[in-house]
């Protein structure tokens, strides 16, 4: 049998066109706030295949690369990317929903189910019966860390359970 070889130039480049289109659609949803369902996932997760195909598409091309990094525009469009890219580490005293959701997040997981009920309006036998149903078991006292951790449930399943599921 004949291995089948498929050659860089023809897959790089045709990965890179396609994650650039998805990386920008959902990049642009979650700019909007519109990252319902699988957006942020999507995007996060492919995120990496536009690296491999970007790497890939850079192999290819890296005479081209170099002969743009020897013309003064060429440094300047790197160094002000590169610049960017540092200035992006800092919060610069701006606090964002992305910064907040996980501290937010630790903190549900923390709190007794009790608690948690409150939150949603429901009386902590509401949520107990919920996570029952899910064969789960679980008390008023107990948090949602303890939870999964004896139940061996994904703990965002726990607090889709807790928050969505009515």
Do not use: K
């Amino acid at each position: 049998m004949q291995a089948i070889r498929v050659s860089l130039r023809r897959w790089a480049t045709p990965l890179v066109i396609g994650a650039f289109l998805l990386m920008s659609i959902t990049g642009v949803l979650m700019f909007f706030e519109l990252d319902v369902g699988l957006v942020a996932v999507v995007h996060q997760w492919f995120s990496w295949i536009f690296l491999i195909g970007a790497g890939a598409h850079l192999a290819l091309n890296w005479r081209p690369f170099r002969n743009h990094l020897s013309s003064g525009w060429g440094r300047v469009s790197i160094a002000i990317f590169a610049a960017l890219t540092v200035a992006a580490l800092f919060s610069w005293g701006l606090i964002t929903g992305p910064q907040i959701a996980r501290p937010i997040e630790e903190a549900l997981m923390d709190a007794p189910i009790a608690a948690l009920a409150a939150m949603t309006r429901n009386a902590p036998e509401t949520v107990i019966g919920r996570l029952a149903a899910d064969g789960i078991v679980a008390d008023s006292d107990d948090s949602l860390r303890d939870v999964a951790l004896r139940s061996g449930s994904d703990e965002n399943r726990l607090l889709a359970i807790v928050f969505f599921l009515n």
